[in-house]
């Protein structure tokens, strides 16, 4: 949905699409871009992950933070995508191995500031502020500790 935000009327783009072929159904889903379409497509490989629930993950965490979250096998950060810790223990030990090439550990961000970011972004959240501008506002807010970084978050969305 972030990527919708961008769009401008009457602009060329291109998308990327995944066609999944069902009994009853034919889903496309598709992203401008294609790392997001790649975590995509490995999510859907997960025991248990269908494709609304890989979509939702994919547009809640970015493919820096699930590089992050396998890398680091850090359960909290898939949690807050919505995801039980169960099925967060299971895309962890399934793509571990599989996802190799989707991580690219050089521009993942630390452990640690996705997590204070994520724990940030559910304060701005419970503070009744879109996702989207939460995370807008959380991209350039500085701070080592998340009440440093809501803070600053909650200048630049008063602005």
């Known amino acids: 949905q972030a990527e919708l ?13 995944y066609l999944v072929v069902k009994e009853d159904a034919l889903d496309l889903y598709g992203s401008q871009n294609p790392k997001v ?23 809640i965490a970015r493919p820096e933070d699930l590089s992050v979250a396998l890398q680091a096998e850090s359960v909290d950060i ?13 895309i962890i030990l399934e793509l571990k191995n599989k996802a190799k090439n989707l ?13 204070l970011n994520s724990e940030a972004l559910q304060a701005l959240e419970a503070l009744g502020y879109s996702r989207d501008h939460a995370r807008e506002a959380l991209k ?15 200048r630049a969305l008063g602005k």
Not at 106 to 114: F, M, Q, T
């Open 5 to 17: 935000t961008q769009l401008r009327v009457n602009s060329e783009i291109t998308l990327r699409t």
């Open 37 to 59: 379409l790649d975590w995509f497509k490995m999510l859907l490989n997960v025991k248990g992950i269908g494709p609304k629930s890989a979509l939702s993950i994919v547009s």
């Open 78 to 90: 898939l949690t807050n995508c919505g995801i039980s810790k169960k099925v967060a223990e299971r």
């Open 103 to 115: 991580i690219d550990i050089k521009d993942a961000p630390s452990v640690k500031s996705v997590t």
């Open 140 to 154: 350039d807010a500085k701070g080592d500790d998340v009440e440093t970084k809501i803070r600053s978050a909650l």
